[in-house]
């Protein structure tokens, strides 16, 4: 039986940049355990942590997400050996950026999740989840992505209905 | 209305750099020699490629000699033939973009000769390149800058800059950005970004923005919009200042050329005291093999990963 | 005939206007710089610096929809933008060198293809030139048959008075109606002497000896003398008050977009990159030189007017400095 499923108001994007060795197993042993996590999150599987590219992560607010989650193997746990130490250094880097242009960390989270620990990945989702939930939605690059220059503006049914598309 | 800085070593130093061209150009240890010379209006310079040594004579440094002239030997710039050894007129802040082009396999040390500068500092952007130069006049990066004299160059005129100590006008704006909350710098930079045309003059004059196709050109895949909308204009500033981190030599040209006014060297500021905090990495005038994201340690912060 | 509003009236005049729903579009700070932007009020205007954009984005914004699609299964839905809905404007408080580069735009935008966004913007827009009172070194409008107090192109231009006020000249229709409109702010002629205007220090160019000079010279060592040190940005086009060249681009996924129409540069590698990959110009002299020979050659060929306002801006802004007037003005002396 499944628990009795609560009702939100407002049900979070989560999109998620994961490695295909570690953290996708990982969310894959979540789901052949029958282990309950959000269906917010989007998984979108990479070879590597080391090949998400921080364009990705913006990308993925400017097409709606609210939150993103990039996860990888533990350090040392590397199937191309350093992939995710780059990924750690670039990682920490573009969070500082994000944050001084005025991107709120808490919508961001970065994990390092093992094939064995489906647990770990419930956990990581769900906590991230919650916490974009209780925040609401991401406004800042939607309303952007509306905003035109002064002389390009004019104000169309279109417009409006491009953005309640997004 | 501040006191005029004391520039008057530069007539000595235009003097230098003028004879020292003509011989190096004269005795063929060179094929050509980028660097400054006056342009119409008054009190102005633009960079100038001479290849005789009778050219030598326009060559000149003012307080108006803002380029970063490293720009013109990279790949990016298939204008100037690199054939045999090329002089070029540094300053300090410029010599570090060389270095930084050298670490990452793209000049050879061996193909230069360099003409350093003792400079005391040029004039901000915002000013009529006849202005004289005063604590409120000059670049906001030069009241930053660690590298009056520059290092390990083949030839440096003898003069030796006197500093004038002024406020540091980066590390000021950005501390109170951060002191903003998020929304708040994010309506800052939205009124910044707005205001751009995408000119890319921010990137054609980086020394460091060397790609044959940038990727924010593209349309297949199209990762950032190319539309000058403030959408793709925030887009293309936030990755920017990501594929400079670590790279960027704070030559400040970005901010200097951009047409609207756009802080652009304050994001590269920020990155680069944030690469300093994290992994103790700063531009300087020694060639590194790895720069700070193309190398890790095992023993990288990772507070922020669960 | 010349009329005279005083500095009060002309404050009611941009707030009657705003109130009525018109967009009046002055120059105004923003973000630390002038700017041709819609006014919120009167008291926003700055009228003692030159823009930093030219006036041109009043009629051809720097980025505009121009349709939109939505994909649903396999049916394909586009939507035209409708002209109709473009703003009436007034666009006050343009130089002379900005409103001069207006119908040298409208010769290009209604020559063989009527572009109905262009034209539409500038059916419903009027257009008050003010005089220039300041010129820096990079200004050269004198140079290039213009001045300080040309009205080619603004509907009504005014000229500011010594002891307060305007002189008003009426050049067109739709500045009569304006004036119709609200008679009462405008009085009788004054006597009152204008504030003298701006003096730009340029030697006029022979124009005509310019263009016989770039007839024969499209190959010529000029071209690598003065543009080899060109970075190839856009910034000289897009501050361009008479540049037009535009880009279309589609943005968006593969079930909802738009095309849209942005500002191009002759400057930009891209601008002439075949998709076969071959570039016929190749490097940044030949890109430069097309910049020049558009101006002061093949435009004229076309519609016999320069394409040249001599306004400065790329001359202040150009990342290397270089300096258009100081290169026509060696041209002008072979």
């Not at chain 1, 996590?37 to 992560?57: A, E, H, Q």
């Not at chain 2, 973009?97 to 040029?122: H, N, T």
Request: proline share 5%; with cysteine; hydrophobic share 40%.
């Amino acid at each position: 039986m499944h628990p009795e499923k609560q009702k939100h108001t407002f049900e979070p994007k989560i999109i998620a940049f994961v490695c295909t060795w570690c953290t996708y197993a990982g969310a894959d042993l979540a789901g052949t355990s029958r282990m309950q996590y959000p269906s917010n999150v989007r998984v979108l599987k990479f070879p590597c942590t080391g090949r998400i590219d921080p364009v990705f992560i913006l990308k993925a607010f400017q097409q709606g997400a609210d939150g993103v989650l990039v996860s990888g193997c533990h350090p040392g746990d590397c199937h191309y050996i350093a992939g995710n130490f780059h990924a750690r250094r670039r990682f920490a880097v573009f969070r500082k950026l994000l944050e001084f242009v005025g991107v709120d960390l808490n919508r961001l989270q970065f994990s390092w999740v093992s094939a064995a620990e489906g647990g770990k990945w419930v956990e990581v989702v769900t906590d991230l989840t919650e916490k974009v939930r209780s925040m609401g939605p991401m406004t800042e690059f939607k309303e952007l992505a509306l905003e035109e220059q002064w002389s390009g503006t004019i104000d169309t049914p279109e417009l409006q209905e491009a953005y309640n598309a997004i | 209305m501040t006191s005029l800085i004391d520039t008057t070593i530069y007539s000595a130093i235009t003097e230098a750099i003028r004879v020292e061209a003509a011989r190096i150009l004269s005795e063929g240890e060179v094929t050509a020699v980028v660097g400054y010379a006056a342009a119409r209006r008054k009190g102005s310079a633009q960079p100038i490629v001479i290849n005789t040594a009778a050219d030598a004579g326009q060559l000149i440094f003012t307080p108006s000699c803002v380029n970063n002239l490293a720009v013109y030997l990279t790949k990016a710039k298939k204008e100037i033939s690199k054939t045999g050894k090329i002089g070029i007129v540094v300053k300090g802040c410029d010599l570090k973009a060389l270095v930084g082009l050298m670490g990452e396999s793209q000049l050879k040390r061996e193909d230069m000769y360099l003409i350093g500068v003792p400079c005391i500092g040029v004039l901000a952007s915002t000013v009529q390149p006849a202005t004289g130069l005063t604590a409120e006049t000059i670049a906001p990066k030069c009241t930053e800058c660690d590298a009056h004299l520059p290092q390990g160059c083949d030839f440096v005129p003898a003069q030796t800059p006197v500093v004038t100590k002024l406020e540091h006008k980066y590390a000021a704006e950005i501390a109170r950005l951060e002191a903003l909350t998020p929304a708040e710098r994010w309506a800052y930079w939205k009124e910044q970004f707005t205001k751009c045309i995408k000119c890319y003059a921010c990137r054609q004059v980086c020394p460091f923005c060397f790609c044959e196709q940038c990727l924010c050109d593209r349309n297949k895949p199209q990762m950032v919009d190319t539309t000058p909308r403030p959408a793709g204009n925030a887009a293309w500033h936030i990755v920017r200042a990501m594929h400079l981190a670590g790279r960027c030599a704070g030559c400040a040209e970005c901010e200097r050329v951009c047409p609207m006014d756009i802080p652009l060297n304050l994001l590269n500021r920020k990155m680069a005291m944030e690469l300093k905090e994290l992994y103790d990495y700063e531009a300087g005038f020694d060639v590194l093999d790895k720069g700070p994201l193309t190398m890790f340690t095992d023993k990288d912060d990772q507070s922020f990963i669960k | 005939m010349q009329k005279y509003i005083s500095q009060h009236n002309l404050d009611t005049l941009l707030d009657t206007l705003i109130k009525r729903g018109i967009r009046v579009v002055a120059p105004r700070m923003n973000a630390g710089i002038p700017l041709y932007e819609p006014l919120g009020s009167s008291g926003e205007v700055v009228s003692d610096t030159l823009p930093r954009r030219s006036a041109k984005e009043a009629f051809f914004p720097v980025c505009e929809d121009i349709m939109s699609y939505k994909k649903e299964g396999q049916k394909v839905t586009i939507t035209d933008i409708d002209p109709g809905r473009f703003p009436e404007t007034v666009l006050f408080g343009v130089r002379p060198c900005d409103a001069a580069a207006i119908p040298v735009l409208d010769a290009v935008f209604s020559w063989d293809y009527k572009d109905e966004f262009f034209l539409e913007r500038r059916k419903k827009t009027t257009i008050i030139g003010l005089a220039c009172t300041a010129a820096d070194d990079a200004c050269f409008c004198t140079a290039v048959g213009l001045s300080p107090s040309a009205s080619k192109g603004s509907d009504l231009f005014l000229t500011a008075l010594e002891g307060g006020g305007y002189a008003c000249d009426t050049c067109s229709e739709k500045g009569e109606a304006l004036i119709a409109n609200n008679q009462a702010l405008f009085d009788g002629p004054s006597t009152s002497n204008p504030i003298p205007f701006a003096e730009p220090q340029t030697d006029t160019f022979d124009l005509t000896k310019v263009k016989a000079w770039l007839n024969d010279h499209f190959e010529d060592p000029l071209w690598d003398g003065i543009a080899t040190r060109c970075v190839g940005c856009g910034a000289c086009a897009f501050v361009c008050p008479a540049c037009h060249c535009f880009d279309i681009v589609d943005e968006g996924t593969e079930k909802a977009g738009k095309r849209r129409k942005n500002w191009d540069a002759c400057g930009f590698w891209k601008f002439t990159h075949h998709a076969s990959g071959h570039n016929p110009r190749d490097l940044q002299p030949k890109r430069y030189r097309n910049r020049i020979m558009h101006k002061f050659k093949y435009y004229d060929d076309k519609f016999g007017q320069t394409l040249c306002t001599g306004c400065g801006r790329c001359v202040r802004i150009c990342p290397v400095g270089i300096d258009i007037a100081a290169i026509v003005e060696e041209i002008n002396k072979k």
